[in-house]
């Protein structure tokens, strides 16, 4: 089945401890990216790539990292979370950003920094 | 800045009752409009993409249209599973990024 994965699903953690939220995809494609939904502020984009080694800034990359080494893997990384990160993140994948930008969503990781 | 302003930012309709949503846009040169769908507790869901003034998508009960400046997603004769929150994304020309409104939350009532 074409999805795509996201792990945890929840996560509560405390101000400054570093953590990993995984993304993955088995469609082959080229173009994945982050986003966080908050109420009242929409989706937003954090990052994106490109295709493997290719990542760039999107609206708020501010306290964020993500990394490409493989096309089916895409993670986020906080490396000093702060309570203003408390959110939920979506990864999306595509297979090309100059295709119909038809986006498949992961299910989205509820995070919660305290 | 790329920017997308949607309303009404809710909606409750009787069911059978037709409406439409309206997305309206700035941005320098689209290159694309989209259309999303996202139930509660989930990731949104493709529904369609336009490219330029004029052209129309359709779907079951769910039509979109693009002008230059907005977008409109018509729900003809809506059922209760229509209910959920649509979002519309704009891509200008000569950008990856993808900017995003803040959604309209339709309810449809049996």
């Known amino acids: 089945e074409a999805q795509v994965t996201q792990n945890p699903r929840y996560l509560i953690t405390v101000t400054g401890k570093k953590l990993t939220v995984t993304c993955s995809q088995n469609m082959n494609h080229e173009y994945m990216s982050w986003y966080r939904q908050d109420p009242g502020l929409g989706l937003r984009q954090i990052y994106y790539?490109?295709?493997?080694?290719?990542?760039d800034k999107g609206d708020v990359p501010e306290g964020y990292k993500v990394s490409r080494k493989e096309k089916r893997n895409f993670p986020l990384i906080l490396e000093s979370p702060s309570p203003n990160q408390t959110s939920l993140y979506f990864c999306?994948?595509?297979?090309?950003?100059?295709?119909?930008?038809?986006?498949?969503f992961g299910p989205g990781t509820r995070l919660t920094v305290t | 800045e790329d920017q997308v302003t949607q309303s009404p930012e809710a909606l409750r309709l009787q069911e059978g009752e037709s409406s439409s949503l309206n997305c309206s846009y700035t941005?320098?040169?689209?290159?694309?409009l989209f259309w999303y769908r996202q139930d509660p507790g989930k990731g949104p869901e493709f529904l369609f993409t336009l490219y330029s003034a004029g052209e129309e998508k359709e779907k079951e009960r769910l039509k979109a249209t693009l002008t230059k400046k907005e977008s409109f997603l018509h729900i003809t004769a809506p059922k209760p599973e229509d209910s959920a929150t649509y979002l519309c994304a704009v891509q200008a020309s000569g950008n990856n990024r993808l900017a995003f409104g803040k959604g309209n939350q339709v309810v449809v009532i049996p």
């Open positions: 999306a994948s595509s297979p090309s950003s100059r295709s119909s930008y038809e986006q498949y």
């Open positions: 790539s490109m295709n493997v080694e290719v990542t």
């Open positions: 941005v320098s040169g689209l290159r694309g």
